[in-house]
Every structure is written in C-alpha cells, then in structure tokens.
C-alpha cells in the first residue's frame, strides 16, 4: 500500500516521502510540506505521486521518525452525529436530546474544528483523557484528506478523543468536550483516494486493551454513514478557504455504553480497511503532552515519547 508520509530524519529535518510497504521511502523532489502537496490538484497531486514512486529509495521507515501528516496552514476538522450510534449516544448522554435528533437529519451537518497541526498526535504516541472529566471515549473515523479545492486526495485513521461527561452536561461545552491536550490523532501515513477502490463499505474497529485483556471493542463500517463524506467537505469549503487543505474526520459510528469510560493506562487500537491502523497509549492528564510545545522546534523528542506510557 502506498502512504504519503511525513517524517524527521536523523537529523531532525522534516521531509515528506513515498512509503511503499517493504520499509523503503522514496523522497518528493523539492522537499514539499504536507501543505504543499495539498495545494496541488487532484491530478497534478497523483503525478507527481506516481512519478515520485519510479525514483531510487532514500530513507528507510525504521531509521526516520514519522510524524502527523498535517503542517503549514492545514486544520483538523470533525463532522458529528453522521452514525446512528453516534445519534443515540448523544441522546443518551445529554440533558439537550432533541438537538442530537435534530442535526442527524438537518441539511446542514454538524462540523467543529478539532486541532492545529502541531497539537496532533501519531502512532505510538500518547493520547488523553481531560483530568477533570468523568466519562471519556476514543472516538474511531475515517478521515479525509482535502486539498486547497476541498477535493478528496486521500484518507487517514484518525482518532476523535471526547468528553462524554463534559458535553453531556451542557453542548455549549462541546469546544472543552473536544479540543485538549491529546485529543486529536491521526495516522501517520496518507493512503492516496485513488488507492481505495470504494470508501462506501469500510470496516472499522476499535479496540481499547487495559491491563492485558480487552476492555471494550466494536466494530462498524463507512456502509452505515449517514451522510455524503464530499457533501461535508463542501459545508466546511462553503465557509471559508483552506489555503493548505484540511483532514476532516468524519464522525464515530462506535460508541461504547456509558459504563464505560477510556482511562489513563489504556492502549486505543484503531483499524480502516484498506487505510491503516493507528494504536496510541492514554494518559489520565492532558497537561502530561505540554511537550507538544517542545516537539515544535525538535521533531525527534517525539522518539522519546513513544511507548511511555499504556499498557
Ligand atoms: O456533538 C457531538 C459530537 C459527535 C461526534 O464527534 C461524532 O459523532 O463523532
Ligand atoms: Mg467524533
């Protein structure tokens, strides 16, 4: 499988590169951002991708440090309420039921921003669970990859880390519920649009492993989405321009009754057919990855901080 990836080198360089599945990544000539692959179009981007892929390998996957797949001006966003799981959860958790009800069916979807590239998390690394917070979920979508026209170019694992507790309480609280420390995380590698063949009938499963032994684990496919995924990504371009593209996750259509709650300690494991798999240790306090701020200048902490903490 092909992965667009974004990495450090030995020396602690941000590159970005062509990885093919043996280890071997091959290097985009001109050392382009994320940023500026998704300024290309559709066509130019498969191109160049295509192109890239006939050069000699450069790097090897085990010597570089991949990083998320996001830099420049690109933003994290997230669509809501687009499963009926997700519809009855919320119903479930929430004093305001009927607004949940109301959006699943409205035109206008729901979308919130979720994270500026350099607060998001990649394999391996930590995500988090708010201290103050009773009642937390990982939350498992299929994410789209949009250049500067708002076209799908690619897709991703991503991760939706949330608050139950938190929004349940008021929905005004969903920008708490939803953006902290070690809430966004997003799979290393870009699986380019034209590599899937058909993203209507995707399974994707969740796994939260605790103590050795599975705490929670579901499953579900792209098949019960609720929505166009294009269709939300013409919302979000309707309203303002993306110079650098977007990854736009697109809601959770796995959510775990409210006897369960994600806690510090445990490992979240999640799987995209045909895209990847994107597995990351939790931590019970947000403010344990304030190196984020540190891993802005020096990519290769991120090393470092890999495997510390789960089970
Ligand atoms: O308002 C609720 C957010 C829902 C969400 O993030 C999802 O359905 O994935
Ligand atoms: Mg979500």
């Not at 321009?241 to 775990?256: M, Q």
């Amino acid at each position: 499988m092909t992965r667009i990836m974004r990495f450090a080198d030995d020396s602690g360089a941000v590159r970005t590169g062509l990885a093919d599945g043996t280890g071997a990544i091959r290097a985009f000539a001109g050392a382009p951002r994320v940023a500026d692959l998704l300024r290309l179009s559709a066509g130019e981007l498969r191109s160049l991708v295509e192109s890239t892929a006939e050069s000699p390998p450069v790097f090897d996957e085990k010597d570089v440090v991949a990083l998320p797949p996001l830099d420049g001006l690109m933003e994290l966003w997230a669509a809501g309420v687009t499963y009926e799981r997700s519809r009855e959860a919320r119903v479930a958790e929430s004093t305001e039921q009927s607004i949940y009800e109301r959006v699943y069916d409205a035109e206008r979807p729901e979308l919130f921003f979720k994270a500026q590239p350099w607060r998001v998390v990649t394999e391996g690394e930590p995500i988090a669970v708010r201290d103050d917070s009773e009642l937390n979920v990982p939350e498992p979508e299929l994410g789209l990859v949009l250049n500067r026209q708002g076209e799908t170019v690619g897709y991703v694992v991503t991760d939706d880390v949330s608050s139950r507790s938190i929004e349940g309480e008021n929905p005004l609280y969903l920008p708490q519920a939803k953006v902290y420390g070690g809430s966004a995380a997003v799979s290393p590698g870009i699986v380019p649009a034209w590599e899937i063949a058909d993203a209507s009938s995707l399974a994707i499963r969740l796994v939260v492993r605790r103590g050795g032994a599975v705490a929670f684990e579901g499953e579900t496919s792209t098949a019960a989405f609720h929505r166009d995924p294009q269709g939300l990504a013409e919302h979000l371009w309707h309203a303002q321009p993306f110079p650098d593209g977007a990854v736009l996750c697109t809601g959770t259509g796995i959510v775990p009754e409210m006897d369960f709650t994600l806690s510090g300690g445990d490992t979240v494991e999640i799987t995209v057919e045909g895209v990847g798999v994107l597995t990351n240790p939790v931590l019970g306090d947000q403010a344990e990855l304030d190196w984020l701020v540190e891993a802005v200048d020096r990519p290769l902490i991120r090393r470092d901080r890999r495997g510390a903490a789960g089970s």
